[in-house]
């Protein structure tokens, strides 16, 4: 049987980019992102908002730690990655996205809290596809 595992995201940062390196030299950045939803529950409007952990590898993730800053909306395209490991007897579980794209939405000044300043050049890859 075939499998498929891609997601698609739109929200905004929770907090900064982190940006660090591994042992070979290649870029790994991480960041909360915040995706909401509205919907109608009998006469009222809730809200919900979902919080979900962002991954993102290379030039691209170097990219997000220099542009990007919490509260800035991106558009995100990955893939699920479930991860579990045992701490301190307990056993961990965890399900985030790796980024194979992340397009940055609005402006710097857009963002609480964030600076003016300029994008990173714009590319095919700055396109939202809708």
Known sequence: MASFNKVMLMGNLTRDPELRYTANGSAVTSFGLAVNRK??????????????????????????????????????????????????????????????????????GDSQGGSSGGQPPASAEDDVPF
């Not at 730690?65 to 990655?81: D, H, N």
């Not at 490991?85 to 710097?108: H, I, M, P, Y």
């Open 39 to 108: 919907f109608k529950q009998g006469d009222d409007w809730k809200e919900d908002v979902c919080f979900v952990d962002i991954t993102v590898w290379g030039k691209q993730g170097e990219n997000c730690a220099e542009y990007l800053s919490k509260g800035r909306p991106v558009f995100v395209e990955g893939r699920l990655q479930f991860s579990s490991w045992e701490s301190d007897g307990q056993k961990r579980n965890k399900l985030d996205v790796v980024a194979n794209t992340v397009q940055f939405l609005g402006s710097r």
